[in-house]
């Protein structure tokens, strides 16, 4: 007995044939290309929708257009990077472009073979999300497609660039724990080695806006830094660290409400309450730092916003890639919660 056949795709002939229009006509429709009526128009997209029609990503990308966008996120254990996530595809949604995501796995090999396999692929642009790729390499890749770095500061002339003020959000951050009375204010950050690299990353720029902060408000002497890694583990190991101090903290500045996870573990552990014996505060405002029994203190730094920036620039840089590069820098704000109060005595 033979096996079944497999279903054959709907093809534009086949549209054509059930809108009883020519397939040049169906091809005006699907490039959006002038000639069409809109009577016409209106009888190609019945058809499409009743066939089920979808065009094949080889055969556009042979007409010079492939309508995706390749999206790199560092790490999608994050909980920050999905709501970047969303305000790509929400940008997206009334036009013809989707979004195909790679993750970069924050390292400089994995994250070139991704962006390596979307090129490959024919993505129309790219957005790179917090990358670990030197400029040279980042400006490598926006020479051959239209590219959208976010979360990295510095300019470029070849590729768009959306950040957080960084700095600024720092500053709410100790600002804020300042006024509770705190002086022993610690902060976690994310350990950065490459020079080429390491004053455009947002995590330098928060550890920069904490040391500044903390000299501005006269605890220039008070300044503490651990140095681990953006992941729970990271912020962990760096509130076991300051839990081993002589002069332990009384608040703590996570670099990332993931890292705040971490450090809460940790005083968990240690018998320590929030916000009773340590403060603590992280930086994304991400989902869960709402979530009742956690409550988390934390820098808003609209993630769907940054999306939705980057989604925008590189849809206009498709359309022109002769334009001036643009520099999108969003103002961050501080959402107090539960974890952040008055020292004890």
Same mark, same amino acid.
Do not use: W
């Given at each position: 007995?033979?096996?079944?056949?497999?279903?054959?795709?709907?093809?534009?002939?086949?549209?054509?044939?059930?809108?009883? %229009?020519?397939?040049?006509?169906?091809?005006?429709?699907?490039?959006?290309?002038?000639?069409?009526?809109? =009577?016409?128009?209106?009888?190609?997209?019945?058809? $499409?929708?009743?066939?089920?029609?979808?065009?094949?990503?080889?055969?556009?990308?042979?007409?010079?257009?492939?309508?995706?966008?390749?999206?790199?996120?560092?790490?999608?254990?994050?909980?920050?990077?999905?709501?970047?996530?969303?305000?790509?595809?929400?940008?997206?949604?009334?036009?013809?472009?989707?979004?195909?995501?790679?993750?970069?796995?924050?390292?400089?090999?994995?994250?070139?073979?991704? $962006?390596?396999?979307?090129?490959?692929?024919?993505?129309?642009?790219?957005?790179?999300?917090?990358? %670990?790729?030197?400029?040279?390499?980042?400006?490598?890749?926006?020479? &051959?497609?239209?590219?959208?770095?976010?979360?990295?500061?510095?300019?470029?002339? %070849?590729?768009?660039?959306?950040?957080?003020?960084?700095?600024?959000?720092?500053?709410?951050?100790?600002?804020?724990?300042?006024?509770?009375?705190?002086?022993?204010?610690?902060?976690?950050?994310?350990?950065?080695?490459?020079?080429?690299? $390491?004053?455009?990353?947002?995590?330098?720029?928060?550890?920069?806006?904490?040391?500044?902060?903390?000299?501005?408000?006269?605890?220039? =002497?008070?300044?503490?830094? &651990?140095?681990?890694?953006?992941?729970?583990?990271?912020?962990?190991?760096?509130?076991?660290?300051?839990?081993?101090?002589?002069?332990?903290?009384?608040?703590?500045?996570?670099?990332?409400?993931?890292?705040?996870?971490?450090?809460?573990?940790?005083?968990?552990?240690?018998?320590?309450? &929030?916000?009773?014996?340590?403060?603590?505060?992280?930086?994304?405002?991400?989902?869960?730092?709402?979530?009742?029994?956690?409550?988390?203190?934390?820098?808003?730094?609209?993630?769907?916003?940054?999306?939705?920036?980057?989604?925008?620039?590189?849809? =206009?840089?498709?359309?022109?890639?002769?334009?001036?590069? &643009?520099?999108?820098?969003?103002?961050?704000?501080?959402?107090?919660?539960?974890?952040?109060?008055?020292?004890?005595?």
């Amino acid at each position: 007995m033979e096996p079944p056949a497999s279903p054959r795709r709907v093809t534009i002939v086949d549209v054509a044939r059930h809108a009883q %229009v020519s397939t040049t006509a169906v091809s005006k429709v699907l490039r959006n290309a002038y000639g069409a009526s809109p =009577e016409m128009r209106a009888k190609v997209r019945r058809a $499409i929708d009743e066939l089920g029609y979808r065009p094949l990503a080889a055969a556009r990308a042979l007409r010079g257009q492939t309508y995706t966008i390749g999206v790199m996120l560092p790490d999608i254990r994050n909980p920050f990077f999905p709501e970047i996530l969303d305000g790509i595809t929400g940008c997206l949604t009334d036009t013809e472009y989707q979004v195909l995501l790679g993750p970069g796995c924050n390292g400089e090999k994995e994250e070139a073979r991704v $962006i390596e396999a979307m090129i490959d692929r024919g993505m129309d642009g790219l957005v790179l999300v917090a990358p %670990v790729s030197s400029r040279t390499r980042l400006e490598d890749v926006a020479s &051959v497609v239209p590219t959208v770095v976010v979360g990295r500061h510095g300019h470029s002339p %070849v590729y768009d660039t959306v950040a957080d003020d960084d700095v600024a959000g720092a500053a709410l951050v100790v600002g804020h724990l300042a006024e509770l009375g705190h002086r022993r204010i610690a902060h976690i950050e994310h350990h950065e080695t490459d020079p080429t690299r $390491i004053a455009e990353m947002p995590n330098t720029q928060r550890a920069d806006g904490y040391r500044q902060a903390m000299r501005n408000l006269g605890l220039a =002497e008070e300044i503490d830094v &651990v140095s681990t890694s953006y992941t729970q583990q990271g912020g962990y190991d760096g509130m076991q660290e300051l839990l081993a101090r002589p002069r332990q903290p009384t608040a703590v500045f996570a670099g990332a409400d993931i890292v705040a996870m971490g450090v809460l573990d940790a005083l968990t552990e240690a018998g320590l309450s &929030v916000p009773g014996d340590v403060s603590v505060a992280g930086y994304d405002n991400t989902t869960f730092a709402a979530f009742g029994p956690i409550s988390l203190t934390s820098v808003d730094q609209a993630g769907h916003e940054l999306g939705r920036n980057a989604a925008r620039l590189v849809l =206009e840089r498709i359309a022109d890639r002769g334009k001036p590069p &643009v520099q999108v820098k969003l103002s961050p704000s501080l959402v107090t919660r539960r974890t952040t109060a008055a020292p004890s005595a």
